[in-house]
Antibody, heavy 127, light 107 residues
Framework: EVQLVQSGAEVKKPGESLKISCKGSGYSFTSYWIGWVRQMPGKGLEWMGIIYPGDSDTRYSPSFQGQVTISADKSISTAYLQWSSLKASDTAMYYC????????????????????WGQGTTVTVSS | DIQMTQSPSSVSASVGDRVTITCRASQGISSWLAWYQQKPGKAPKLLIYAASSLQSGVPSRFSGSGSGTDFTLTISSLQPEDFATYYCQQANSFPPSFGQGTRLEIK
């Protein structure tokens, strides 16, 4: 079975650091991009960024560039999302998802659908 | 960034009804559009990609159409399990962006 399993819920204080994880199984982890999506309480979905575990090529939405770091360890089929200094506004549910893609002109891709999702990790930042 | 606007923001319907949700892109995106379903407390689920391709395992009562800037998701005969929030997402330009969601409620 193809699945992504995320780490458990986190409660942190403002200014603390955090790294959450997303472990893939049942498919070739190095052959698909993994994306991260934020959902703030009661709000919609926001696409944050993406990583290709095969070579660690990482791309960020401008809205999240510099705010988070996406990484991966292909030896253990795990992707990560981390913060160096959390803010209350980082309180949200975070999902990882396997990203379907096809090469576009130049070095671009069409990321045309997220077909396998993790169960989500709730991050609460409160003093 | 490309802005995706869904309408309506919410809709009430009954089991057996035919429902259509619309998604409009702020600029042309060819057929690079996906639709997702999200139920409360659950991760989103991919329904449609490339505007009209049905994801494996998704019931055939779901269909998608459109190209350019205007797209629709149609549920031909609503089932109780279809009451959820639906999101569109464009994949033509980086970063991929979601619509604000359409909440489908039971009438």
């Amino acid at each position: 079975e193809v699945q992504l399993v995320q780490s458990g819920a986190e409660v942190k204080k403002p200014g603390e650091s955090l790294k959450i994880s997303c472990k893939g199984s049942g498919y070739s982890f190095t052959s698909y991009w993994i994306g991260w999506v934020r959902q703030m309480p009661g709000k919609g979905l926001e696409w944050m960024g993406i990583i290709y575990p095969g070579d660690s090529d990482t791309r960020y939405s401008p809205s999240f560039q510099g705010q988070v770091t996406i990484s991966a360890d292909k030896s253990i089929s795990t992707a990560y999302l981390q913060w160096s200094s959390l803010k209350a506004s980082d309180t949200a549910m975070y999902y990882c998802a396997r990203q379907m893609s096809i090469a576009a002109a130049g070095t671009g891709y069409y990321y045309y659908g997220m077909d396998v999702w993790g169960q989500g990790t709730t991050v609460t930042v409160s003093s | 960034d490309i802005q995706m606007t869904q309408s309506p923001s919410s809709v009430s319907a009954s089991v057996g009804d035919r429902v259509t949700i619309t998604c409009r892109a702020s600029q042309g995106i060819s057929s690079w559009l996906a639709w997702y379903q999200q139920k409360p407390g659950k991760a989103p689920k991919l329904l449609i990609y490339a505007a009209s391709s049905l994801q494996s395992g998704v019931p055939s009562r779901f269909s998608g159409s459109g190209s350019g800037t205007d797209f629709t998701l149609t549920i031909s005969s609503l089932q109780p399990e279809d009451f959820a929030t639906y999101y569109c997402q464009q994949a033509n330009s980086f970063p991929p962006s979601f619509g604000q969601g359409t909440r489908l409620e039971i009438k």
